[in-house]
C-alpha cells in the first residue's frame, strides 16, 4: 500500500467515526501542525450545509460564524502566538487615552468577561476593555478594507 492509498484509508476511517459521533455540536480541533482537523472541517461542512434532501450526519461547530471562519482558514496554519496576539490586540496604545470619549455600545457580558481576563492574564499595564476591543475593531478594519469599503457603497446589499 503506497502513501496515498494509506491517508485515504485514514480520511476513511475518520469520516466513518465522525459519522457515528453521536453529539450534536463539536468545538474547534486543532491538528499538531496548527491545521483545523479532519472533524473539524467535516463539522464545518455540515453547518454551513443547507441542503433539506440530504441533511448531512455527523456533529456541527456551534455556529455559522466558527464555520465561516474555518472555512476562510481552510488548509491554512494558524500561527498566532501568544505575544503575537497581546502585541496586536491588547499593548497598543492608540485607544487607551482617557481624554477620548466614545458612544457606550452594549457588549455582551461573555466577551466582556473574556476580555478583561485576557487583559489581567497578559501582564500589560492599563489595559481597558474599550482600548482592546477597539485594537480588535482596528485590526478586523484594515484587514477588509476593501470588501467593508465596497459593503458601504452598497455590494452585496441583502434583498427583502
Known amino acids: 500500500m503506497d502513501e496515498t492509498e494509506e491517508e485515504k484509508g485514514d480520511f476513511l476511517e475518520v469520516r466513518k467515526s465522525f459519522e457515528k459521533d453521536p ?13 483545523f ?7 464545518m461542512e455540515n ?10 450526519e455527523g ?9 465561516l471562519f474555518v472555512l476562510s482558514k ?13 502585541e496586536g490586540y491588547i499593548s497598543p496604545m492608540v485607544y487607551r487615552s482617557s481624554s477620548m470619549k466614545f458612544p457606550q ?8 468577561k473574556m476580555i478583561k481576563d485576557m487583559n489581567a492574564g497578559s501582564g500589560v499595564p492599563h489595559a481597558t476593555i474599550t482600548s482592546t476591543i477597539n485594537n480588535i ?8 478594507l476593501l470588501v467593508s469599503n465596497r459593503v458601504k457603497m452598497g455590494y452585496g446589499k441583502v434583498e427583502e
Not at 482537523?37 to 463539522?43: D, K, L
Not at 456533529?59 to 464555520?67: D, F, N, R
Open 59 to 67: 456533529p456541527k461547530l456551534a455556529s455559522e460564524a466558527e464555520a
Open 37 to 43: 482537523s479532519e472533524r473539524t472541517r467535516y463539522a
Open 105 to 112: 455600545v452594549p457588549i455582551a457580558p461573555k466577551f466582556v
Open 23 to 35: 453529539r450534536k455540536v463539536i468545538e474547534i480541533e486543532m491538528d499538531k501542525d496548527g491545521r
Open 137 to 144: 475593531l482596528d485590526r478586523f478594519f484594515s484587514g477588509y
Open 74 to 86: 481552510r488548509g491554512t496554519v494558524l500561527e498566532t502566538t501568544e505575544t503575537d496576539f497581546i
Open 47 to 56: 453547518t454551513l450545509n443547507l441542503s433539506l434532501l440530504s441533511p448531512p
